[in-house]
DNA sequence: TTGTAGGCGTTATCAG
DNA sequence: CTGATAACGCCTACAA
């Protein structure tokens, strides 16, 4: 069914169909309730595919994840998804897997598909960001969320990793404890020394002086790398009372390194993590964490880009902004 | 950038350079040269939009899910974006939130878009199904999966929840049980009706009785529910020395109460679920479950789409296939 | 108030 | 081997 085809059925042009159908005012009554009629009779509904080929707007989104089986990007994605859904679009989802070469074809491909805005948290491996430029170029509505580039000009949806590793790591001193380990993620991205640098300060202010050797890297963020860190340094003798661990999988790891040498959580050695995952307030002793609300942020990602590509089309000049979402201290037994 | 100011630049038709685009072997080796070389120069690529208004087929298909906050249907995700990714295909992600209204509106906005194919795995309340119909209506390779309508012909892809039920009870029963409780889904959709059909076909076939007070449904699917109708069968001096539930979760929440109440895992009551989240390996005890292998799934319901699409323009008839994906029973410390 | 005509960027047919 | 031409379905200045 199309334009044409309804016109021929009811005697008018297929201007005026159109016209109806996009609610233009010049049209009578009569006419306009007639052909309304037919088009709810039988159940018609524009191709989009051509409208947008005409219009240059595809009320489609994409949305880059690093990876979907992470509850954090889960929530990112269900976030984005509702907002996405009241406004009428529809978003093609992918995922860089950490690829740097991934994640550019993506953008390609998204961008040959004419989509108004894509929406990138950028994978462990981009150093280069041309691709980022070519959105831009393109006029399309770039929104950078979670791991970004503070050198590419676009709106950015981020939480304080820094001030979050502070509050988590400001938790464990209040706690009493000073020798606290950190299970840092891999060495260049962004967030993970953010992270760093967030402990770091927390130690400083209360006048803890920095151990190098307490620092380890869990560059994939499960729970063996907790586990053998913990273990490995545990084995060295070199003593701790406290972990802060980048991610809640590796703090399941070091907890359960604990548990099986029946040290006590967490009067010897407090722990936290960082996310909160679904799994961290079911397992025993439930994992003091930090909160990152990613539905909000998938919403918050979403109504950036509805602002920007409104500005757009009115004309109007497009201010960026970056949007930083608070997170939660969540204290459970580990701490 | 388009095909006409490539094609002025380098004073030949459009026509010539859609050919080269597209493999056709009509065009002389040294214009393909010519215009290979200038296309990979400027970094172009055709607007798909276009392509697919004029060729009908959008390289888009539809994945609708109940939600993206469930680790199974995170897995289907995955494995779609998996084999879509390899094949050049774009994925557009819904949820239906277990709603029919929704869903239906979700439909027929991917049918708009004219997407090549629709993924779906019905919402709970989906009863009337005249949007699958439409589908089939409009041409568009329909792939049902996971919660299927048997009455609408397409392919599906689900698992054999009864099998795996039985399963999951059978081991319970080999593990000496007579007492077996049943933490059964909502009433209504076939899944949670098929995994009780196991279950008590297990029971038959190794001649226990079947006993209507030990089946109680935790329609949420959520720990609470498993925490609370355990403990109220257990006040209500009902015994039982082993627990299936219908979903990792729930089986969680048993096993929370099973330990507050110091009830020996799996001596006294041995626990087992159903899905294997991740989560069911980090917890203490490890638990038993019956693993739905959902990124297997996923790229499997792609394959079928991928199978169809091609019979059909290749003109083929189109062959309907139904596979049921097995399924594995993962013993742990539970059980 | 209605309709004509041109074009969005691509592909397919067919003639040269 | 090359290219002119029509068409996909829709939108929108502009003319009637």
């Known amino acids: 069914m199309t334009l044409k085809r309804i016109s021929k059925a009811l005697g008018v042009s297929i201007t005026t169909v159109s016209k109806v159908l996009n609610n233009y005012p010049d049209v009578s009554d009569n006419t306009r309730q007639r052909i309304l009629d037919y088009v709810k009779e039988i159940g018609f509904t524009p191709n989009t595919v051509a409208a947008s080929l005409r ?69 462990e491996e981009t150093y280069n960001t041309q691709h980022l430029g070519s959105i831009i170029d393109s006029n399309v509505v770039l929104i950078q969320y979670d791991k970004i580039s503070k050198l590419i000009n676009s709106s950015k949806v981020v939480i304080d990793d820094r001030e979050a590793a502070n509050l988590a790591t400001q938790h464990l001193i209040d706690r009493g404890k000073r020798r606290i380990v950190h299970l840092r993620g891999p060495l260049m991205p962004q967030v993970a020394i953010d992270r760093f640098l967030g402990y770091k300060s927390a130690l400083e202010v209360a006048g803890i002086p920095f151990d190098q050797s307490l620092v380890v890297t869990c560059p994939h963020g499960d729970d063996e790398e907790g586990f053998d860190q913990l273990k490995s340094l545990h084995e060295n003798n070199i003593f701790f009372d406290g972990v802060f661990a980048h991610a809640d999988l590796v703090a399941v790891g070091a907890l359960r390194y604990l548990k099986r040498k029946k040290i006590k959580i967490p009067q010897e050695v407090a722990v936290i993590g960082f996310s909160n995952w679904m799994l961290s307030e079911k397992i025993t002793p439930s994992l003091s964490t930090i909160d990152q609300p990613g539905i909000i942020m998938g919403e918050q990602i979403f109504e950036q880009f509805a602002r920007e590509r409104l500005q757009k089309v009115s004309g109007n000049t497009v201010q960026y902004q ?14």
Chains 1, 2 share one sequence.
């Open 55 to 123: 219009t240059k707007e595809s009320k489609i989104v994409g949305l880059i994840l690093p990876n979907v089986n992470h509850y954090f990007f889960n929530n990112i994605l269900q976030g984005v998804l509702n907002s996405a859904e009241k406004a009428g679009y529809l978003v093609i989802v992918l995922t860089s897997n950490e690829s740097y070469d991934l994640e550019k074809k993506h953008v390609e491909h998204l961008l040959n598909q004419k989509v108004d805005g894509i929406f990138i948290s950028l994978s």
């Open 322 to 335: 970056t949007k930083i979402i608070p997170t939660n201290l969540v204290v459970r037994e580990s701490s």
